[in-house]
């Protein structure tokens, strides 16, 4: 099984509808990074949480971190066809932020 | 924009012979590393660095060989390109200071091996 578990895999969703992505560590979580891509594009970073319970905005993205389900979700409110894409997350298991395992990315599709 | 450029973009090969993919920064950050994305299989780390000559195998660094003489850039060599390496492959940086320890990536590398 994957050590950080994201879902779901793929999700479609009317413009102006909500939505949620989660990630799940089977090992402690120190952080959790999300990220947005492009397809055939790099990785652009979203947010990083660090403590358990710390919640980050920015424009119509937030995200959370719940440490002790070792767990972190993302809510799009309002969605638009810019947020369209692959969401990953990575997480921090070591404590140091040098290294991250990622999860195999939620495609997001938008539709009008 | 982090200052980070990848080449080639996109290179197509033949199984067997010897590819090398460049990053390059321009930050001086401490930290470089090489990922690849496959489908079904997300980003997985080959190698990284943490300082000039200072390198460490990822969980996929069989068959892949990385050098850093120069604290701008890190060079992946596969020896011997097969098949199974073809994929995107990623390069980041990451400052590696507390309290801004991120890690941004590249635009990407597309090997094709055939």
């Known amino acids: 099984s994957q050590e950080l578990e994201q879902s779901p895999q793929s999700l479609i969703v009317q413009e102006g509808k909500n939505l949620t992505i989660n990630c799940t560590s089977s090992k402690t979580l120190y952080g959790l990074y999300w990220y947005k891509q492009k397809y055939g594009e790099g990785l652009i970073f979203l947010m990083m949480?660090?403590?358990?319970?710390e919640e980050k905005s920015h424009e119509k993205i937030t995200a959370k971190l719940d440490e002790k389900k070792q767990q972190s979700s993302l809510h799009i409110t309002a969605s638009q066809p810019s947020h369209a894409g692959i969401y990953l997350c990575?997480?921090?298991?070591?404590?140091?932020?040098?290294?991250?395992?990622f999860g195999t990315g939620t495609r997001l599709q938008v539709t009008l | 924009d982090a200052g980070i450029t990848q080449s080639p973009r996109h290179k197509v090969t033949e199984t067997g012979t010897p590819v090398t993919l460049r990053c390059h920064q321009t930050e001086n950050h401490r930290y470089m590393y090489w990922y690849r994305q496959d489908p079904g299989h997300g980003l997985r780390l080959i190698h990284y660095?943490?300082?000039?000559?200072?390198?460490d195998k990822g969980e996929v660094s069989d068959g892949y060989s990385v050098s850093r003489s120069k604290t701008e850039d890190f060079l992946l060599t596969l020896e011997s390109a097969t098949s199974s390496q073809t994929s995107v492959y990623f390069c980041a940086i990451n400052s590696g200071l507390a309290g801004t320890d991120t890690q941004y990536f590249g635009p990407g590398t597309r090997l094709t091996v055939l």
């Open positions: 990575g997480a921090d298991n070591t404590g140091t932020a040098s290294k991250l395992t």
């Open positions: 949480l660090q403590k358990g319970g």
């Open positions: 660095s943490y300082g000039v000559k200072d390198t």
